[in-house]
């Protein structure tokens, strides 16, 4: 790789995961095709119009299993049994995979969960209301979809402490004060006990089969033949992992959005219709993943006049091409008011999140009932001191988000 003009080391600090959209908007005016060495070798794509070709150019593959073998550099060697899924493909085989899944998450299907989401917000909340502070985090923004999705998998209530342990441990890598070694070496051991985890799940719904979205799984794979066993593993882990990560750093990064513009959030409050305008505002604001899954240039590729050599990791950084002025007016600005516009906070393409149906209703029901319940609702240390995931980390979430309300 060339030269790197945004250096990697800056990508790592603490001001970085603090604010990252001055870099933002410098990589989009001064090398919209950016080299640089955060994590692993990647170019960079930043502006909107570039990164929304991107992600559906077919010169661009998500397939990391492929003979360059990819993910061991990305994800470690211990991550071949849940990555190897159809978030990490390319048609016909995503073609395959996310037909036989996207059925679960047809929006009437979602839409009959409402009273159920709506019941786990309440009774989070209700643990929450009388003490006047909580950490949101650990108190709602991660147990809300984790519950969910674990009971839509068919996980059973006894292993959703162990299940969310080993995952937050992939989620905060980086976070530990751990050494790097210590810290993969953590990661790779909670990606090996969620894979026998999950294996052993399947094992146990193949013998006595249940009404679960894993049982459907199970039923396609023994009826129709058309998804291996190994299948069913990895696309649990990516339903388990993809079902509740995303969604939790988004209401954390929503909520703490809403606490830093005062003025929206009293407009939210006292204009709740707008509520899922905003969401869509909140997300494109700044959202969870702010770089699209890798893909692997399987040619040479030009973008910006800048030439991407083949075998090239290409990261589309979504974040960027959200704050993008070109196609949004005064970007930095939070207005959930904003016309909506064509944001990709939930990619673009064949690999459009399939579970947005399910992330919005979630947000809407959560925040909404946040805005009813927390009146008052303020950041209980200095916006400086909220802890954040690491710079380096794949994820734009908060670690804890300390709040008051009047009880």
Not at 161 to 171: H, K, N
Not at 321 to 348: E, K, Q, S, T, W
Not at 349 to 372: K, T
Request: glycine share 6%.
């Amino acid at each position: 790789m060339t030269e790197d003009p945004v250096p990697g080391k800056e990508l790592y600090t603490d001001e970085f995961a603090a604010d990252p959209y001055p870099t933002f908007a410098r990589l989009r005016t001064d090398r919209p095709v950016c080299p640089v060495s955060a994590r692993f070798d990647q170019y960079l794509i930043t502006r909107f119009d570039d990164a929304r070709v991107a992600l559906t150019d077919p010169r661009l593959s998500k397939d990391l299993y492929g003979p360059g073998q990819h993910y061991l550099r990305i994800f470690g060697p211990n991550s071949a049994g849940l990555n190897r899924n159809m978030l990490n493909s390319d048609p016909p085989e995503h073609t395959r995979l996310r037909r036989i899944v996207s059925q679960a998450f047809a929006p009437r299907r979602i839409e009959a969960l409402r009273p159920r989401v709506a019941r786990i917000v309440d009774d989070l909340l209700d643990k929450v209301v009388p003490h006047g502070r909580s950490e949101l985090m650990h108190d709602f923004a991660i147990p809300l979809p984790m519950t969910v999705i674990c009971e839509l998998l068919g996980i059973p209530p006894a292993d959703h402490g162990r299940v969310l342990d080993w995952t937050q441990v992939i989620r905060t890598s980086g976070s530990s004060g751990r050494s790097p070694e210590e810290e993969r070496a953590a990661v790779q051991d909670a990606q090996l006990r969620l894979h026998h985890y999950l294996a052993d799940l399947v094992g146990a719904k193949r013998a006595h089969p249940a009404d679960d979205m894993i049982g459907a799984l199970i039923e396609v794979c023994d009826e129709e033949a058309t998804l291996s066993e190994a299948e069913v593993v990895a696309t649990t882990f990516l339903l388990l992992f993809a079902g509740h990560q995303t969604t939790a750093d988004f209401i954390g990064n929503a909520v703490l959005a809403l606490l830093t513009h005062p003025d929206q959030l009293e407009l939210l409050r006292t204009t709740p219709q707008l509520l899922p305008a905003a969401i869509e505002e909140l997300l494109r604001f700044d959202g969870p993943l702010p770089v699209a899954s890798p893909r692997i240039a399987t040619e040479d590729v030009e973008y910006q006049g800048v030439k991407v050599p083949t075998g090239a990791v290409v990261g589309v950084v979504i974040n960027a091409a959200n704050h993008d002025p070109a196609h949004f007016a005064d970007p930095d600005r939070l207005d959930i008011c904003r016309v909506r516009g064509p944001h990709l906070g939930f990619g673009h393409g064949v690999h459009y999140c399939l579970g947005v149906s399910l992330a919005r209703m979630e947000a809407q029901i959560g925040l909404g009932a946040l805005l009813r319940r927390l009146p008052g609702l303020r950041l209980a240390v200095p916006v400086a001191e909220v802890r954040r995931l690491p710079a380096a980390s794949p994820f734009r979430g908060l670690l804890e988000l300390p709040v008051t309300f009047a009880a």
